[in-house]
């Protein structure tokens, strides 16, 4: 017969709420991303400056928003004929996707109206779930502004782990809606662009476009 002293049972007790806890969290999970997956998905595909911009979601939010890999940039930064249209979309358009059509036109093409359009929703697992890569993801969004760049480190400083730069670029690496959560203005701290979905050309772009359509409203 084993016999316990208090401080065994009160370890012991730890051990299982935490194991509790991590089952809990893992089923949490995988119920986010059976409901995901049984979405009824639909689509809107913008030709935009950096070229084909596809926007995949359903009537809860925005999924995913695919860059043109290595695409041909078809008008410079200072370009007044900058367009963003719909060029190819479902049959039925729910209002998530609509929102996040205007979000993106407002971007390209009148980027002080930014600030009054409301974010479009969003409905994926890795920005439901509990962990860092979200709070990282959440944090970028929120105190990172249309303009502004920070580096790795500042950024997992913001988000409460200082030592946790290269988690960071992970996180950057798994944006499911880059441009609205602006990965492209996380910079290396040598000042360096860095990487970035679709070629290293498109964040430079895009870090040109913010800086000069930022100038402009300051006067």
């Known amino acids: 017969m084993h016999v316990y002293s208090d401080a065994s049972r009160i370890a012991f007790s730890r051990t299982d709420s935490k194991a ?7 089923m949490a999970s995988k119920l986010h991303q ?3 997956s049984q979405c009824e998905k639909m689509f809107v595909v913008l030709g935009s400056p950096l070229g084909k911009i596809e926007i995949s979601g ?7 928003t695919h860059l043109e890999q290595n695409a041909v ?5 200072a370009d007044a004929s900058v367009s963003c249209e719909v060029c190819e979309a479902s049959e039925e358009t729910v209002e998530p996707l609509k929102q996040c059509v205007a979000w993106f036109q407002a971007y390209f093409c009148e980027p002080w109206m930014i600030e009054k359009l409301p974010v479009p929703p969003f409905h994926h697992p890795l920005l439901e779930n509990a962990s860092f890569t979200r709070e990282v993801l959440w944090t970028l969004l929120r105190d990172v502004k249309f303009g502004e760049a920070v580096s790795y480190k500042q950024l997992a400083d913001l988000a409460g782990n ?21 990965c492209h203005r996380v910079i290396c701290s040598s000042g360096q662009t860095g990487n970035y979905t679709g ?11 913010e800086k000069l359509q930022k100038e402009k409203l300051a006067y």
Request: aromatic share 4%.
């Open 162 to 182: 200082s030592k946790a730069a290269r988690a960071v670029g992970g996180a950057m690496r798994s944006n499911p809606v880059p441009i609205i959560i602006p």
């Open 73 to 77: 940039l078809q008008n410079g930064p």
């Open 20 to 26: 509790e806890l991590l089952h809990i969290l893992n």
């Open 34 to 36: 059976k409901a995901f």
């Open 199 to 209: 070629g290293s050309h498109l964040k430079e772009w895009l870090l040109s476009h």
């Open 58 to 64: 359903c009537k809860l939010g925005v999924h995913e």
